[in-house]
Antibody, heavy 123, light 110 residues
C-alpha cells in the first residue's frame, strides 16, 4: 500500500527558508522509474507543480522558482525533502508530494498524493 | 503559474452532460504528452480521475471520460450527479519535462 505524508512548519516568516519532508512507504526511490514531485496550491487557487526527483537522482524544477528550490532524497529513510528559500506571503499554500513514474519514454500521472500540509508565510 | 487553460466554471442539472476543456500549446499537449485529469473535493487532495488521455483508474465511474486532440483535451461527465460537484484539473508535461497543471474548473450541479 502506497502512502505519502508531508511534514514541516505550519508558519514561516518572510525571507526564511522553508524545509518540507515527504515520508513515503509502499515503494522505493531506488526502483527504476519511480519519481516524487512537489505540488502546491494557494488557498482558493490552482495547483502548481514545483519540482520532481527521479530514481536516478535527476531533478527538475519549475522555471519560475528554479533559483529558490532544491529537491533531494534520502533513500535510506524513504524521504524526499524540498527547500524553498526567501519565503514570501505569496508562497502561502498547501504543499503536496505525489508519486509518479517514468515509463521509459514518458512520465506518467500522479496516482498517489499525500494529504498536504498548509504553510502560511507571515511575520 | 498555470500553463494549461480551463474554463473557470461549468454547471449542469443532474443527469446532464458537461464538458471541461483544457487548452495547451505545441510545447506541452501538442508535443504528444499525455493529459491526465484530477478531481478535488473541498479540503482534500486531488484524486486521479483519468490518465493517459482516456483511461479510467479502477473505481472511477464510467460516466467520466477523456479525450485529446492536437493541443487540447476534454473531460466529459455524462449523467451528472450531485457528488460530482468539485474542482477539476488537467495535467500534462512540457518539453523541459516539467509538470504543468490547468487553471482548474469548478463544476456545479444545479
Amino acid at each position: 500500500q502506497v502512502t505519502l505524508r508531508e511534514s514541516g512548519p505550519a508558519l514561516v516568516k518572510p525571507t526564511q527558508t522553508l524545509t518540507l519532508t515527504c515520508t513515503f512507504s509502499g515503494f522505493s526511490l531506488t526502483t527504476n522509474g519511480m519519481c516524487v514531485s512537489w505540488i502546491r496550491q494557494p488557498p482558493g487557487k490552482a495547483l502548481e507543480w514545483l519540482a520532481r526527483i527521479d530514481w536516478d537522482d535527476d531533478k527538475y524544477y519549475t522555471t519560475s522558482l528554479k533559483t529558490r528550490l532544491t529537491i533531494s532524497k534520502d533513500t535510506s529513510k524513504n524521504q524526499v525533502v524540498l527547500t524553498m528559500t526567501n519565503m514570501d506571503p505569496v508562497d502561502t499554500a498547501t504543499y503536496y508530494c505525489a508519486l509518479n513514474e517514468y515509463s521509459g519514454s514518458y512520465y506518467t500521472h500522479f496516482d498517489y498524493w499525500g494529504q498536504g500540509t498548509l504553510v502560511t508565510v507571515s511575520s | 503559474q498555470s500553463v494549461l487553460t480551463q474554463p473557470p466554471s461549468v454547471s449542469g442539472a443532474p443527469g446532464q452532460r458537461v464538458t471541461i476543456s483544457c487548452t495547451g500549446s505545441s510545447s506541452n499537449i501538442g508535443a504528444r504528452y499525455d493529459v491526465h485529469w484530477y478531481q478535488q473535493l473541498p479540503g482534500t487532495a486531488p484524486k486521479l480521475l483519468i490518465y493517459a488521455n482516456n483511461n479510467r483508474p479502477s473505481g472511477v465511474p464510467a460516466r467520466f471520460s477523456g479525450s485529446k486532440s492536437g493541443t487540447s483535451a476534454s473531460l466529459a461527465i455524462t449523467g451528472l450527479q450531485a457528488e460530482d460537484e468539485a474542482d477539476y484539473y488537467c495535467q500534462s508535461y512540457d518539453s523541459s519535462l516539467s509538470g504543468v497543471f490547468g487553471t482548474g474548473t469548478k463544476v456545479t450541479v444545479l
